[in-house]
């Protein structure tokens, strides 16, 4: 046996090794944990002036507290000295200001407070290690929180008195009946009432083309006149396109139809374990690119405005980059839903990307081939477990009561898989090297640059996304000679941020467009200068989209015969509905 024989192996054995581990850990690295904790310790035994400060802390909180608590023995009704950050409503409640739950839960954020300290600003530790640390604090913490146990939550402990403890015996319904569906790999309970084809994703079209990778469907036009531009919808991969062709009344797809445009939309393959090694540049140009290629020769000679959705509309960037270097024109506008093209602030998913944890993942991914849904659903809900996790114990499983079903909760519950060779190369390149905003990214053996795009862009970004962070998409406004950039920041997250249609509560926008020559503004400088809006923001893309076509025409075809573009089945299509 050679010597690259020998190595194979033992490469093959690390991997089976890391992969086993990796299955028990949800694809993190203990490597990566020790060294983080390991860093930020051996550097907090060496700063006695960060350790005496968080000695001051304790005996300031401690003293506080004996206060507080002295006072409310007495029924002074003091105001509480430690408020909860806006975003957590664990104690929003107003049982939680009553003896003893409000001595209960302020020691609880005083520990909260004490152990942000401790985690952060110690000299010497790497940011990432730093951030990885207090983000495992805030974990345990979080598991911890008087909120989810039934004898410290006065909501839990009234809810029993109420019903005699019947909430408890439906909470244990709950639970196994979501146990059940688990185990059996079943929708959540409710998704029963939603139905891709049925009343999701009804609005009518055809798919027109349909390789390894995707199906392109043409919706049916709804108008008279279309706008002469047709727009293409790249969604990402690491979803099922009909988030943006919900139910009727909140359907994207449906408006832009009823307002005038012959939408065009992917539909990506769901990958298994056969489909491994499909590249970056095999959805680029299998996808993106084949899709192109479709509606240009259904609406001949005429320009395509492009729209992509988060990991879509990463790809749509690198594929109009591409095609700006290589002088193909067809391509008249890139919308960018929620889509990164600088990862250097990506947010806290950037805690599970580095060397260590990438190797782990890779192996992981190696071994089946894809990375499961499961495994990115629990990533995600590690991000927000007070939200998506612990609330839902409590709510569900503790008061007994069941979270209404709806529409997006039944698109999120059904997920999708991502290749092997495609999300390594995608998390390395992207998220670890950042190549693309830094030029290094190469297609076809050659670097691409995202200043290469000289069409308009218009980018979207939520204020609540944690996915996407809105800082991080807000760079693709320095990372381009477009001729002008419109930024626009909706209310919301990654998701209900982007479904943000006419009509729903509580929806606002702000929105600035830098033409070129503008001298450029940051993220904070940009909220004090951009207009800000009520109401959704579709009416505003749509007018964009508008004054950036050249005219009205009559709809085109659906697909085109002699190009070998016929009508291959009815929307919704058949890749969406592979599990």
Avoid at 313 to 321: F, Q
Avoid at 571 to 577: D, E, F, H, N, S
Wanted: a negative charge; charged letters at 20%.
């Amino acid at each position: 046996m050679d010597e690259r024989s020998i190595g194979a192996e033992t490469k093959a054995i690390d991997r089976l090794i890391h992969a086993f581990i990796g299955y028990g850990t949800g694809g993190n690295s203990p490597a990566a944990i020790v060294q983080a904790y390991f860093d930020w310790a051996s550097h907090l035994v060496m700063v006695p002036g960060k350790q005496m400060e968080l000695q001051k802390n304790l005996f300031r909180n401690l003293s506080r507290f004996a206060v507080y608590s002295g006072r409310v023995m007495r029924n002074e009704n003091p105001e509480p000295p430690m408020t909860p950050l806006p975003q957590d409503y664990r104690f929003k409640n107003e049982a939680w200001q009553r003896f003893p739950f409000n001595l209960l839960h302020q020691s609880f954020l005083m520990q909260e407070q004490w152990w942000h300290y401790a985690t952060t600003g110690v000299p010497g530790v790497a940011k990432r290690n730093e951030e990885m640390v207090s983000f495992g604090a805030r974990q345990i913490l979080d598991m911890f929180s008087p909120s989810n146990f039934p004898l410290t939550n006065p909501e839990v402990l009234a809810k029993t008195m109420k019903t005699g403890g019947r909430n408890f015996i439906d909470g244990f319904k709950n639970w196994s009946q979501d146990l059940q569906r688990q185990i059996n790999k079943e929708p959540p309970a409710g998704s029963e009432k939603y139905q891709v084809g049925k009343n999701l994703a009804v609005t009518p079209g055809k798919v027109i083309f349909r390789n390894h990778l995707i199906e392109l469907i043409q919706y049916t036009p709804t108008t008279e006149k279309v706008q002469k531009e047709p727009l293409l919808i790249v969604p990402a991969w690491i979803m099922k396109y009909y988030i943006l062709d919900l139910s009727e009344q909140n359907s994207m797809v449906k408006y832009l139809v009823d307002q005038g445009h012959t939408v065009f939309m992917i539909s990506w393959l769901n990958p298994t374990s056969q489909d491994r090694n499909l590249s970056m540049d095999d959805y680029r140009k299998h996808g993106v690119m084949a899709a192109i290629d479709a509606v240009s020769h259904i609406v001949p000679d005429t320009p395509i405005h492009t729209a992509g959705y988060c990991l879509g509309g990463t790809i749509l960037s690198i594929a109009a980059a591409t095609m700006a270097r290589d002088n193909d024109n067809r391509i008249a506008s890139v919308t960018l839903f929620a889509a990164q093209t600088d990862f250097t602030e990506a947010g806290e998913l950037m805690l599970f990307i580095n060397e260590s944890q990438l190797t782990f993942l890779e192996d992981l991914m190696w071994e089946q081939g894809y990375l499961d849904s499961e495994q990115m659903a629990g990533a995600f809900m590690m991000l927000r477990s007070k939200d998506l996790l612990y609330s839902r114990i409590v709510h569900e499983y503790m008061m007994g009561e069941r979270n209404g079903m709806n529409d997006l909760m039944s698109w999120n519950a059904d997920t999708t898989r991502m290749p092997y060779r495609m999300h390594s190369q995608y998390l390395r390149s992207l998220f670890l090297n950042n190549d693309l905003a830094e030029g290094r990214f190469e297609v076809g053996a050659n670097p691409i640059f995202l200043r290469d795009i000289r069409v308009p862009i218009f980018a979207v970004g939520a204020s609540k996304d944690h996915v996407a962070p809105w800082q991080s998409v807000f760079k693709i406004r320095r990372l381009t000679s477009a001729p002008e950039v419109t930024f626009l920041l909706t209310s919301g997250g990654h998701n209900a941020g982007i479904i943000s249609e006419p009509g729903h509560a509580r929806r606002s926008y702000m929105v600035n467009t830098r033409k070129r020559g503008d001298k450029y503004v940051g993220p904070d400088a940009w909220l004090e200068v951009a207009e800000k809006h009520e109401g959704s923001w579709w009416p505003h893309w749509h007018e964009w989209l508008r004054n950036h076509s050249s005219g009205e025409t009559t709809a085109p075809a659906m697909g085109n015969v002699e190009a070998g573009y016929h009508e291959i089945c009815d929307a919704p299509g058949t890749y969406i509905l592979q599990k």
